[in-house]
C-alpha cells in the first residue's frame, strides 16, 4: 500500500510501488488530462507535477509519488471552474486535437509558478521538450502569456 | 467513476421523448420524393448535395426533441479540425436555433448518416453543406406547420431560436410543432435558404465545443475511457514486413503476472491482461520469445528515389493541352525533385476499444477517419456479417490521414474476440506507432519548360512517380496491417491510383498558370516497398514543391520579381488576390534586403479546385552550419464561404507548422531490414523554438460553397521555404528535408 496526495486529496492506492505512475494516474485514478504519449519521456503528453515539479509519468514509478503531492490537469481547477492558465488556454483556443495539451499546460503552469512574468523566449524554451503535431504552437504562446498578464 | 461504454447511445437516449423530425403534417409533403429541379451540390451539378443525396432522409441527419434541443448526426468526425462546431454553426444557423441548443452525435455507425471517409478537406464541402440544405428544410417543413396551426402564411412568418412568429404576432415553437409520431421526409434539395447577408452564427468565431474538457481534464478522448470491467490488450509485431513467425512458446507468456489471455493467430500475436504494465510487460515478452523468419530485402531509403523511376510503372497522361502558337523555345529548363516518405506522426499512439457483445456485435470506440468501411473491414476479417461490427467515433490524438487508429481499432477486435464481454482497451506502444503507420508515398518529379527568350513559358510537362496514397481499410480486410499476418492471411488488394487527375499522386501536379503548352504524366507504381497510405495533402505536398519552387526558377532565370511572373500567367481573379492578399500581409514590395536572409512566395489552389492559398514568408540561413531559422510567415487563404474564422485560421497556422516540419527535417529512415525511425529523437519534427511567427489573412466569399481549408497549406509552405533559402543565400534544393546539411552542401558546392 502506497499513499500520496493527488490533487490534495489523500490517495491509497494496492498498486505495486514499481507501478508506472501514467497508467495508475489514468487507469486506477482516472485522471483524463494525463495522456500516454511516447513512454520514452520524449514528447511531454504525460507531464504531470510531484511536488509543483514537471515529471514524465510515463518513465516515473509510483513508489517516486509516495508521501508526495500529485498535481494533474484536473488539480489546476479552481473551485471547478478552468484556472487562469486553463481560461487562458480556451480563450485563445489554443488546440486542434488538443492530445498534447494537458502537458503543456502542466510545462506551462510549472514556468509560471518559477517565472510569472517570463518572455516569449522563455515560454519557447519551457516548452521545447513537449511536442504538438497539429501545429498550435503560436496559440499555446500566447495562452501562456495571456495567463501571465 | 467508469464511463458508459456505449456513450454517444446513452446520451441520444437520454433525452426521452425526442421525435424525429416529427411533424403532422399533409401527406402528400412526403408521400413522394420531391425531384430537385436544379443542382445545388458543390460542383454545381445536379441534384443533392453529395452526402445529402447518399442519406436522403432528412431524419437521418436531425432531430427535433420535444425538451427543446435538436440533435445533430453527422458522419464527418472530429480529428482536431474544428469541423464539429463549424457544421453545427451552420445547421443552427440555416435551422434559426441558438447554437447552444444543439446536442451532435458524430460517427456512429448505427445512429449517423454515412458521410463516407473524413478526408480530402471535405469536412465542410460535403458534410456542412448537406447540413446546410438539410436545416433550411427542415425550417421550411417547420415553418409549414406553423402556418396550418396558426393560420397564418408561411411566408409572413420569422424564426429567432426556434420560435415562429406569424405576421399578426401569434407564436409558435419548434418544439410544439413536435407530436407523438416519427414521419421521415425525403430531402429536396431546393430549400429557401437563408441570405448570407443575413447570417448571425456563420462567419463567427464561435468556441470550438470540444476545446475545454480537454483542457480541464474532462472525458472526451478514447484514452480517456474506462468501462466497467476494461482489460487492456498489446500487439506484438513482426522484426519487419514480411517477416514469418516459425514457432513460438506460448506457456511463460501466459504464466506471466496479470496476463488473461495470449492470442496467436499466424504470425500475429497479441495478449491481454489486467493492467497495461502487466500488458505491455507480456506483449515485449511475447515479442521476443517468437522464432521469426526474417528476410532483409527491404530496399533503404537511400535508394528508393532509384528504385521509384525504376520499378514497373503505368504512365498515365492526366492533363494535356497543345500549344497552338508556333516558336521554338529558346531555352529548356529542367529540374528533377524528390521527398522521401513521412509519417502521419500522431502525438498519442492510436487507441481503441472493443467489446463483443452476448448479442455477438463488437462494438468499437475508435478515432479512425473512416468508421463505416472500417467496421466492414473488420467484419470481413471476423469473418461475421457487416451488421455484427458498430464502430463508434471518438475522439482520439490528431490522425493527419489515415494512421494506425483504423488498425488499433481492428486489433482490439481481434483481442476482444478472444475474450467475449471483456471491453479490451489498445493503445500502442510509440515504435508499433512509428514503425508500422502507412507513411506519404516517397514521390519523385520531374519539371521540364522550353521558355522564350523573355522567359516566358511555351510549353511544360512534370512527370510524377509515386507508390499508393490511398490503402484505407476501404471495407476490406487486406488493408487492416494485422489481417495481413493471420492464418489463412487476407491478401492485401493491389493499390490504384485514386482516378481522376487531383487526387492521388498527381494532385496538384497540374500547374494552375495559363501557359500554352501543358502535359502531366503520373506514373504510378503499385508496389509497396514500404506500408504507405493517405497523409494529409496526398502528393500535393511534393507536386507543389516541385512546381512552385520551378516558376520561382523561371522567374529567376528571366531576372522578374517571383510574384510578378506568378501574375503574369495566372489569370484566375481569386488566385490573383490570394496572392497579392499574402504579399501585402508580407510587406513584399517594401522588403529590405539582409545578407542570408531570404524571402519566398508560393501559391496553389488546393486539387486545383478548392481553397486558394498563397504562403509568403521570410528565413534567415546560418551559413556557417546551414541551419535554416524560419522567421515569419504571411498566409492568404480564400475557402470559400468562412464559416469560422478563427478555426479556420488554426487550421492554416497548423497546416504551415506541420509543413515545414516535414519541408525541413522529416524522411522515415528503414534499412534492408527495418524501419529505422522509430520513435521522436530518431524521426525529429519541429519543436516551439523553431516555430516562426504566423499570420493569415482569409478572404471571404459569402454565399459562396464551403471549399474546405485541412489541407491547403501544406504544399505551398514548402515551395515558400525552398523560395526563401534560394533567395537567401543562391541555392536551389530539389529534395527534401531542406535539412541543414543540404542547405550547407549546396552552398559549399556553388563556391
Same mark, same amino acid.
Given at each position: 500500500?502506497?499513499?500520496?496526495?493527488?490533487?490534495?486529496?489523500?490517495?491509497?492506492?494496492?498498486?505495486?510501488?514499481?507501478?508506472?505512475?501514467?497508467?495508475?494516474?489514468?487507469?486506477?485514478?482516472?485522471?483524463?488530462?494525463?495522456?500516454?504519449?511516447?513512454?520514452?519521456?520524449?514528447?511531454?503528453?504525460?507531464?504531470?507535477?510531484?511536488?509543483?515539479?514537471?515529471?514524465?509519468?510515463?518513465?516515473?514509478?509510483?513508489?517516486?509519488?509516495?508521501?508526495?503531492?500529485?498535481?494533474? &490537469?484536473?488539480?489546476?481547477?479552481?473551485?471547478?471552474?478552468?484556472?487562469?492558465?486553463?481560461?487562458?488556454?480556451?480563450?485563445?483556443?489554443?488546440?486542434?486535437?488538443?492530445?498534447?495539451?494537458?502537458?503543456?499546460?502542466?510545462?506551462?503552469?510549472?514556468? &509560471?509558478?518559477?517565472?510569472?512574468?517570463?518572455?516569449?523566449?522563455?515560454?519557447?524554451?519551457?516548452?521545447?521538450?513537449? &511536442?504538438?503535431?497539429?501545429?498550435?504552437?503560436?496559440?499555446?504562446?500566447?495562452?501562456?502569456?495571456?495567463?501571465?498578464? | 467513476?467508469?464511463?458508459?461504454?456505449?456513450?454517444?447511445?446513452?446520451?441520444?437516449?437520454?433525452?426521452?421523448?425526442?421525435?424525429?423530425?416529427?411533424?403532422?403534417?399533409?401527406?402528400?409533403?412526403?408521400?413522394?420524393?420531391?425531384?430537385?429541379?436544379?443542382?445545388?451540390?458543390?460542383?454545381?451539378?445536379?441534384?443533392?448535395?453529395?452526402?445529402?443525396?447518399?442519406?436522403?432522409?432528412?431524419?437521418?441527419?436531425?432531430?427535433?426533441?420535444?425538451?427543446?434541443?435538436?440533435?445533430?448526426?453527422?458522419?464527418?468526425?472530429?480529428?482536431?479540425? $474544428?469541423?464539429?462546431?463549424?457544421?453545427?454553426?451552420?445547421?443552427?444557423?440555416?435551422?434559426?436555433?441558438?447554437?447552444?441548443?444543439?446536442?451532435?452525435?458524430?460517427?456512429?455507425?448505427?445512429?449517423?448518416?454515412?458521410?463516407?471517409?473524413?478526408?480530402?478537406?471535405?469536412?465542410?464541402?460535403?458534410?456542412?453543406?448537406?447540413?446546410?440544405?438539410?436545416?433550411?428544410?427542415?425550417?421550411?417543413?417547420?415553418? $409549414?406547420?406553423?402556418?396550418?396551426?396558426?393560420?397564418?402564411?408561411?411566408?409572413?412568418?420569422?424564426? !429567432?431560436?426556434?420560435?415562429?412568429?406569424?405576421?399578426?404576432?401569434?407564436?409558435?415553437?419548434?418544439?410544439?410543432?413536435?407530436?407523438?409520431?416519427?414521419?421521415?421526409? !425525403?430531402?429536396?434539395?431546393?430549400?429557401?435558404?437563408?441570405?448570407?447577408?443575413?447570417?448571425?452564427?456563420?462567419?463567427?468565431?464561435?468556441?470550438?465545443?470540444?476545446?475545454?474538457?480537454?483542457?480541464?481534464?474532462?472525458?472526451?478522448?478514447?484514452?480517456?475511457?474506462?468501462?466497467?470491467?476494461?482489460?487492456?490488450?498489446?500487439?506484438?509485431?513482426?522484426?519487419?514486413?514480411?517477416? !514469418?513467425?516459425?514457432?513460438?512458446?506460448?506457456?511463460?507468456?501466459?504464466?506471466?503476472?496479470?496476463?488473461?489471455?495470449?492470442?496467436?493467430?499466424?504470425?500475429?500475436?497479441?495478449?491481454?491482461?489486467?493492467?497495461?504494465?502487466?500488458?505491455?510487460?507480456?506483449?515485449?515478452?511475447?515479442?521476443?520469445?517468437?522464432?521469426?523468419?526474417?528476410?532483409?530485402?527491404?530496399?533503404?531509403?537511400?535508394?528508393?528515389?532509384?528504385?521509384?523511376?525504376?520499378?514497373?510503372?503505368?504512365?498515365?497522361?492526366?492533363?494535356?493541352?497543345?500549344?497552338?502558337?508556333?516558336?521554338?523555345?529558346?531555352?529548356?529548363?529542367?529540374?528533377?525533385?524528390?521527398?522521401?516518405?513521412?509519417?502521419?506522426?500522431?502525438?498519442?499512439?492510436?487507441?481503441?476499444?472493443?467489446?463483443?457483445?452476448?448479442?455477438?456485435?463488437?462494438?468499437?470506440?475508435?478515432?479512425?477517419?473512416?468508421?463505416?468501411?472500417?467496421?466492414?473491414?473488420?467484419?470481413?476479417?471476423?469473418?461475421?456479417?457487416?451488421?455484427?461490427?458498430?464502430?463508434?467515433?471518438?475522439?482520439?490524438?490528431?490522425?493527419?490521414?489515415?494512421?494506425?487508429?483504423?488498425?488499433?481499432?481492428?486489433?482490439?477486435?481481434?483481442?476482444?474476440?478472444?475474450?467475449?464481454?471483456?471491453?479490451? !482497451?489498445?493503445?500502442?506502444?510509440?515504435?508499433?506507432?512509428?514503425?508500422?503507420?502507412?507513411?506519404?508515398?516517397?514521390?519523385?518529379?520531374?519539371?521540364?519548360?522550353?521558355?522564350?527568350?523573355?522567359?516566358?513559358?511555351?510549353?511544360?510537362?512534370?512527370?510524377?512517380?509515386?507508390?499508393?496514397?490511398?490503402?484505407?481499410?476501404?471495407?476490406?480486410?487486406?488493408?487492416?496491417?494485422?489481417?495481413?499476418?493471420?492464418?489463412?492471411?487476407?491478401?492485401?488488394?493491389?493499390?490504384?491510383?485514386?482516378?481522376?487527375?487531383?487526387?492521388?499522386?498527381?494532385?496538384?501536379?497540374?500547374?494552375?498558370?495559363?501557359?500554352?503548352?501543358?502535359?502531366?504524366?503520373?506514373?504510378?507504381?503499385?508496389?509497396?516497398?514500404?506500408?504507405?497510405?493517405?497523409?494529409?495533402?496526398?502528393?500535393?505536398?511534393?507536386?507543389?514543391?516541385?512546381?512552385?519552387?520551378?516558376?520561382?526558377?523561371?522567374?529567376?532565370?528571366?531576372?522578374?520579381?517571383?510574384?510578378?511572373?506568378?501574375?503574369?500567367?495566372?489569370?484566375?481573379?481569386?488566385?490573383?488576390?490570394?496572392?497579392?492578399?499574402?504579399?501585402?500581409?508580407?510587406?513584399?514590395?517594401?522588403?529590405?534586403?539582409?545578407?542570408?536572409?531570404?524571402?519566398?512566395?508560393?501559391?496553389?489552389?488546393?486539387?486545383?479546385?478548392?481553397?486558394?492559398?498563397?504562403?509568403?514568408?521570410?528565413?534567415?540561413?546560418?551559413?556557417?552550419?546551414?541551419?535554416?531559422?524560419?522567421?515569419?510567415?504571411?498566409?492568404?487563404?480564400?475557402?470559400?464561404?468562412?464559416?469560422?474564422?478563427?478555426?479556420?485560421?488554426?487550421?492554416?497556422?497548423?497546416?504551415?507548422?506541420?509543413?515545414?516540419?516535414?519541408?525541413?527535417?522529416?524522411?522515415?529512415?528503414?534499412?534492408?531490414?527495418?524501419?529505422?525511425?522509430?520513435?521522436?529523437?530518431?524521426?525529429?519534427?519541429?519543436?516551439?523554438?523553431?516555430?516562426?511567427?504566423?499570420?493569415?489573412?482569409?478572404?471571404?466569399?459569402?454565399?459562396?460553397?464551403?471549399?474546405?481549408?485541412?489541407?491547403?497549406?501544406?504544399?505551398?509552405?514548402?515551395?515558400?521555404?525552398?523560395?526563401?533559402?534560394?533567395?537567401?543565400?543562391?541555392?536551389?534544393?530539389?529534395?527534401?528535408?531542406?535539412?541543414?546539411?543540404?542547405?550547407?552542401?549546396?552552398?559549399?558546392?556553388?563556391?
Amino acid at each position: 500500500m502506497l499513499s500520496f496526495k493527488l490533487n490534495g486529496r489523500d490517495i491509497t492506492t494496492d498498486a505495486p510501488s514499481d507501478a508506472t505512475l501514467l497508467w495508475v494516474l489514468t487507469d486506477d485514478l482516472k485522471q483524463h488530462g494525463v495522456k500516454f504519449g511516447c513512454g520514452l519521456s520524449q514528447c511531454g503528453a504525460c507531464d504531470v507535477m510531484i511536488d509543483g515539479a514537471v515529471v514524465r509519468s510515463c518513465q516515473t514509478k509510483l513508489s517516486s509519488a509516495g508521501g508526495r503531492s500529485v498535481t494533474t &490537469l484536473a488539480g489546476l481547477m479552481e473551485n471547478g471552474k478552468a484556472s487562469k492558465l486553463q481560461q487562458a488556454f480556451i480563450d485563445e483556443q489554443a488546440a486542434q486535437c488538443g492530445y498534447c495539451l494537458s502537458g503543456m499546460i502542466m510545462t506551462a503552469q510549472a514556468l &509560471l509558478d518559477r517565472n510569472p512574468t517570463p518572455t516569449e523566449s522563455d515560454v519557447r524554451a519551457a516548452l521545447n521538450g513537449n &511536442l504538438c503535431r497539429c501545429g498550435t504552437h503560436t496559440r499555446i504562446i500566447r495562452a501562456v502569456l495571456r495567463a501571465a498578464a | 467513476m467508469n464511463a458508459p461504454f456505449d456513450m454517444n447511445r446513452r446520451q441520444i437516449l437520454r433525452t426521452t421523448g425526442f421525435l424525429t423530425l416529427t411533424f403532422a403534417m399533409p401527406s402528400n409533403l412526403f408521400a413522394q420524393e420531391v425531384q430537385s429541379p436544379e443542382g445545388v451540390g458543390i460542383s454545381g451539378g445536379p441534384g443533392l448535395p453529395t452526402d445529402l443525396k447518399k442519406n436522403p432522409m432528412l431524419s437521418s441527419w436531425l432531430r427535433i426533441n420535444s425538451d427543446g434541443t435538436v440533435t445533430l448526426l453527422i458522419g464527418k468526425v472530429e480529428l482536431g479540425q $474544428g469541423n464539429r462546431t463549424a457544421i453545427a454553426q451552420v445547421c443552427a444557423e440555416e435551422l434559426g436555433v441558438n447554437f447552444s441548443r444543439l446536442q451532435i452525435i458524430a460517427g456512429d455507425t448505427k445512429l449517423c448518416p454515412d458521410e463516407g471517409v473524413t478526408s480530402g478537406s471535405t469536412s465542410m464541402p460535403d458534410g456542412a453543406t448537406a447540413v446546410q440544405y438539410a436545416s433550411a428544410e427542415a425550417r421550411g417543413i417547420l415553418l $409549414g406547420l406553423a402556418a396550418t396551426k396558426l393560420g397564418q402564411p408561411a411566408e409572413t412568418m420569422k424564426v !429567432k431560436d426556434g420560435t415562429i412568429t406569424a405576421g399578426n404576432g401569434k407564436t409558435v415553437t419548434y418544439w410544439d410543432l413536435v407530436v407523438g409520431k416519427a414521419l421521415d421526409v !425525403k430531402a429536396t434539395g431546393n430549400p429557401k435558404r437563408e441570405n448570407p447577408s443575413d447570417y448571425t452564427i456563420v462567419g463567427t468565431s464561435m468556441p470550438r465545443v470540444d476545446i475545454p474538457a480537454k483542457m480541464t481534464g474532462g472525458e472526451i478522448f478514447i484514452q480517456d475511457m474506462h468501462p466497467e470491467g476494461v482489460v487492456y490488450g498489446m500487439v506484438a509485431r513482426p522484426p519487419n514486413y514480411r517477416s !514469418k513467425l516459425k514457432s513460438i512458446d506460448l506457456g511463460p507468456i501466459e504464466k506471466m503476472p496479470g496476463v488473461i489471455k495470449v492470442v496467436r493467430n499466424g504470425s500475429f500475436l497479441g495478449v491481454i491482461a489486467k493492467t497495461k504494465d502487466e500488458a505491455m510487460a507480456a506483449s515485449a515478452a511475447l515479442g521476443k520469445a517468437g522464432k521469426w523468419d526474417v528476410p532483409n530485402d527491404m530496399i533503404g531509403n537511400a535508394a528508393i528515389y532509384d528504385w521509384l523511376l525504376k520499378a514497373p510503372s503505368s504512365p498515365n497522361v492526366i492533363h494535356t493541352q497543345k500549344r497552338t502558337s508556333s516558336g521554338t523555345p529558346a531555352k529548356t529548363v529542367e529540374a528533377t525533385y524528390r521527398r522521401p516518405y513521412v509519417m502521419h506522426g500522431s502525438i498519442g499512439a492510436s487507441a481503441a476499444i472493443a467489446q463483443l457483445g452476448t448479442d455477438g456485435v463488437m462494438t468499437i470506440h475508435t478515432h479512425s477517419q473512416s468508421v463505416w468501411q472500417t467496421a466492414e473491414a473488420i467484419a470481413k476479417m471476423l469473418k461475421v456479417d457487416n451488421d455484427k461490427v458498430r464502430c463508434i467515433h471518438t475522439q482520439g490524438s490528431g490522425c493527419y490521414g489515415h494512421n494506425m487508429a483504423d488498425d488499433a481499432a481492428a486489433d482490439a477486435a481481434l483481442l476482444a474476440a478472444a475474450v467475449p464481454g471483456m471491453p479490451v !482497451k489498445l493503445q500502442y506502444t510509440r515504435a508499433q506507432e512509428h514503425q508500422w503507420e502507412p507513411y506519404s508515398s516517397a514521390m519523385v518529379i520531374k519539371i521540364k519548360a522550353g521558355v522564350d527568350n523573355d522567359g516566358n513559358v511555351l510549353d511544360w510537362e512534370t512527370d510524377v512517380w509515386s507508390t499508393s496514397h490511398a490503402t484505407r481499410p476501404g471495407g476490406n480486410a487486406g488493408n487492416l496491417l494485422s489481417a495481413q499476418y493471420l492464418d489463412p492471411p487476407f491478401k492485401q488488394p493491389t493499390p490504384r491510383d485514386i482516378p481522376g487527375p487531383n487526387f492521388g499522386s498527381g494532385r496538384n501536379a497540374i500547374p494552375l498558370y495559363e501557359f500554352p503548352g501543358k502535359i502531366v504524366t503520373t506514373h504510378f507504381v503499385s508496389e509497396m516497398p514500404i506500408r504507405v497510405s493517405s497523409t494529409r495533402s496526398l502528393g500535393a505536398h511534393p507536386n507543389i514543391f516541385a512546381l512552385e519552387s520551378f516558376i520561382d526558377e523561371l522567374a529567376r532565370n528571366a531576372n522578374v520579381d517571383p510574384l510578378e511572373y506568378r501574375l503574369r500567367f495566372l489569370k484566375d481573379e481569386r488566385a490573383r488576390a490570394v496572392l497579392m492578399k499574402a504579399a501585402d500581409l508580407f510587406g513584399w514590395s517594401g522588403y529590405k534586403r539582409k545578407p542570408n536572409y531570404g524571402r519566398g512566395i508560393a501559391f496553389a489552389r488546393y486539387k486545383n479546385y478548392a481553397a486558394l492559398t498563397a504562403v509568403a514568408m521570410e528565413i534567415r540561413v546560418t551559413p556557417r552550419n546551414g541551419q535554416v531559422q524560419v522567421l515569419r510567415v504571411a498566409v492568404a487563404d480564400d475557402s470559400g464561404q468562412v464559416v469560422n474564422p478563427n478555426g479556420l485560421a488554426n487550421q492554416m497556422e497548423g497546416a504551415v507548422i506541420q509543413s515545414l516540419s516535414w519541408t525541413l527535417k522529416e524522411e522515415v529512415k528503414f534499412s534492408d531490414s527495418a524501419i529505422l525511425s522509430s520513435d521522436w529523437a530518431s524521426y525529429p519534427i519541429l519543436t516551439f523554438q523553431e516555430v516562426p511567427k504566423i499570420d493569415v489573412a482569409l478572404i471571404n466569399q459569402p454565399g459562396m460553397p464551403f471549399l474546405g481549408t485541412g489541407e491547403a497549406g501544406q504544399g505551398p509552405t514548402a515551395a515558400a521555404v525552398a523560395n526563401a533559402i534560394y533567395d537567401a543565400v543562391g541555392v536551389r534544393l530539389y529534395t527534401l528535408p531542406l535539412t541543414p546539411d543540404r542547405v550547407k552542401e549546396a552552398m559549399n558546392a556553388k563556391k
